[in-house]
């Protein structure tokens, strides 16, 4: 087979590694982007976002490992969710009594 459309033989491999490639840029690149993020102010109680880990029973099992896998108590924005979060559970226990 010879000219512009000529398909090599390993084109399996050469497809495997360019998708790991691009697969581990994206991860790194995700990375720092997720420790420079911060929350301009804080979130209105009742409304969704996806980082305060909600989980919804139609999500799969697997969706919801690798969610939690990717988003950890580590990240800037997430322990300032979760700071406030205790914020206002203090300040709801402290209120009941």
Request: proline letters at 5%; charged letters at 25%.
């Amino acid at each position: 087979m010879s000219g512009h459309l000529r398909v090599p033989a390993n084109w399996k491999r050469n497809t495997f590694v360019l998708g790991a490639a691009v697969f581990g840029i994206t991860c790194v690149i995700w990375k720092i982007s997720a420790e420079k993020e911060q929350f301009a102010h804080r979130p209105e109680p009742e409304r969704f976002y996806p980082s305060r880990g909600f989980v919804f029973p139609e999500i799969s099992t697997l969706l919801f490992v690798t969610w939690k896998l990717m988003v950890r108590e580590t990240d800037s924005w997430n322990r300032q969710l979760i700071n406030w979060q205790k914020e206002d559970k203090l300040k709801a226990e402290q209120k009941s009594e």
